[in-house]
């Protein structure tokens, strides 16, 4: 993820840059409830899984808890996934999210001619830039006018958006709902988690989940300068200060916070969570409890203040944008960085080089509760059409939510063997024109995507200590009781409730305030609607349970 807040890609709120509501949490049921909601409806079976036979990886995963299978070589022998051509020939417009460099036009990009032959349609993508993408939504959904075929929701907080979806976008639910997904596999194969994580609408299915992995927000080290200064891999609160001060010099800081959407801080999840913290929310006694009102979160609070008294982050700190800190990692201006687990990405890694290793920080106590993600970036919904249409659509997505080790993931992920890239015992290396055409700069991969694993051509040291991450954190890890829920207040208020939250972190976190005006806080946070919506999210729990 490499624009702009991540906190807007993953819908996560003032607190949730890990995990956030889900397709039908970002919006609510309107006045009284309204039929988006799902309490007292019937509810439609989650799809089934059909996980795929693929290669066998390395190191297995588990998506119980959130491990991902990892695989350090590519693999020799590939599947093919799809049996036949998905498209009938008709022209498909998409709407998706960017955050690169526009594409180059469909005659002058082989990349996009590729994937427009191999889907059987005549591929017509229009990308639109991270930073308008709020108000090109908003419009979109304001206007009432003709739709794409295909239109990507980011898990960005947008009013009304699951009144939109019901009313203007395709019902999936009987060709997708339990058995019925099975006639497109490579959609049967993404994991429950992101459906459920996507949510459900009045009770049935709109969207098709882009699914990411469980493991959410953490804290990138570059573990070279880490490990100069003697930072232990498990380390504790001393010791992860103690690295911090030795790490900041000149011009040279320990770690980078960034500004996020209501103006969060993007290091208070990493805090949270290794004090113990609630994933935004805890279920007790069949009531929501925020964890702004968790003693370990005002914890998470003073660590925040401690490491700016301490002098250690990089002191643009509330006004540098994710863009800008992410470029101050890769030079090294900064040793950590908070991100969402798809910083964790070849191209990232590739401007890193081998100047120093990447590496994923662990949480610095025993009572640690990792937070899990959404389970998902977004999910793909299809203009209203005839059933026929819409199965030709979902088809589409199914070919490119191929996994790993099929013969249409490469094509998608990596393009044109011998013009984009090239397969060399086991490891997959780019050629220069694939900088200009690939999945990101013509985003197919926020149309259908596949289920991510661990592999990372050219560097395995980073994959294999990723998988030893996840298999010591994600034990511990926790999820949002949120997800895939629905609530009015939400919809109405969410983003004023965000921004309550946001505003009191960042002044307890710059020394403007005290930690105790944390109370404060959370009083105007309640009295503003936190603690209806926390009813309503209970009784929509219920509901779903």
Not at 112 to 128: C, H, M, P, T
Not at 176 to 184: H, L, T, V
Not at 366 to 372: F, H, S
Request: glycine share 10%.
């Amino acid at each position: 993820m490499k624009r702009r807040s991540l906190l807007q890609l993953t819908g996560a709120g003032a607190l949730g840059i890990a995990a956030g509501p889900g397709l039908a949490a970002c919006s609510g049921g309107g006045s009284g409830g309204g039929s988006v909601g799902n309490a007292g409806k019937d509810l439609a079976p989650w799809p089934a899984y059909l996980p795929f036979a693929g290669p066998q990886p390395d190191a297995p995963g588990d998506d119980s808890i959130g491990v991902q299978p990892l695989y350090l070589n590519y693999p020799a022998q590939l599947t093919q996934s799809v049996a036949e051509t998905p498209g009938d020939g008709s022209e498909v417009t998409a709407m998706v999210v960017t955050y690169e460099a526009p594409p180059k036009p469909l005659a002058e990009n082989s990349y996009w001619q590729e994937i427009s032959k191999a889907l059987g349609v005549k591929l017509n993508v229009i990308v639109v830039p991270d930073p308008e993408y709020a108000q090109k939504m908003t419009t979109l959904m304001a206007s009432g006018g003709d739709l794409p075929d295909i239109v990507m929701f980011t898990n960005l907080n947008l009013p009304r958006r699951a009144e939109f979806i019901q009313r203007s976008c395709a019902d999936l639910t009987d060709l997708i709902a339990g058995d019925a997904i099975k006639q497109f596999p490579n959609l049967a194969n993404i994991p429950a988690y992101a459906w459920q994580g996507m949510g459900r609408i009045g009770g049935r299915f709109f969207g098709v989940p882009l699914e990411r992995p469980m493991p959410a927000n953490t804290m990138f080290v570059n573990r070279t300068r880490l490990d100069e200064v003697g930072a232990p891999v498990d380390w504790n609160h001393d010791q992860y200060m103690s690295a911090m001060r030795d790490l900041s010099s000149g011009r040279r800081w320990g770690t980078g916070w960034y500004k996020t959407l209501f103006t969060s801080l993007s290091g208070i999840t990493f805090h949270a969570s290794s004090a113990g913290a609630p994933n935004n929310w805890a279920v007790r006694d069949g009531g929501f409890v925020h964890t702004g009102t968790t003693p370990q979160f005002e914890q998470a609070l003073g660590v925040m203040r401690e490491v700016t008294k301490a002098a250690v982050h990089y002191p643009d700190s509330l006004t540098a944008s994710s863009t800008d800190m992410q470029n101050n990692f890769y030079n090294q201006t900064v040793a950590s960085l908070p991100n969402g687990f798809g910083f964790l990405a070849l191209s990232n890694l590739l401007k890193a080089g081998n100047r120093f290793a990447v590496g994923l920080a662990r949480p610095y106590s025993p009572q640690a509760t990792t937070w899990r993600s959404i389970g998902n970036f977004g999910f793909a919904t299809f203009k209203k059409a005839d059933p026929s249409r819409i199965t030709m659509l979902l088809r589409i997505c199914d070919y490119l939510s191929a996994p790993f080790g099929s013969k249409e993931y490469e094509l998608v992920n990596y393009g044109i063997e011998g013009k984009h890239f090239t397969k060399e015992n086991g490891v997959v290396t780019t050629t220069a024109l694939y900088a200009s055409e690939n999945s990101a700069t013509l985003p197919v991969r926020y149309i259908g995507t596949a289920p991510s694993v661990l592999h990372l051509p050219g560097f395995p040291d980073v994959a294999k200590a990723a998988h030893e991450w996840e298999r010591a954190v994600m034990p511990r890890s926790v999820a949002n009781p949120q997800n895939g829920l629905q609530s009015p207040i939400a919809s109405a208020k969410g983003g004023q409730l965000d921004q309550i939250l946001g505003d009191g972190i960042a002044a307890i976190s710059f020394g403007r305030k005290p930690v105790s005006s944390w109370k404060d806080t959370i009083s105007q946070w309640r009295a503003a609607g936190g603690d209806q919506l926390a009813e309503e999210l209970a009784k929509e729990y219920q509901a779903n349970a």
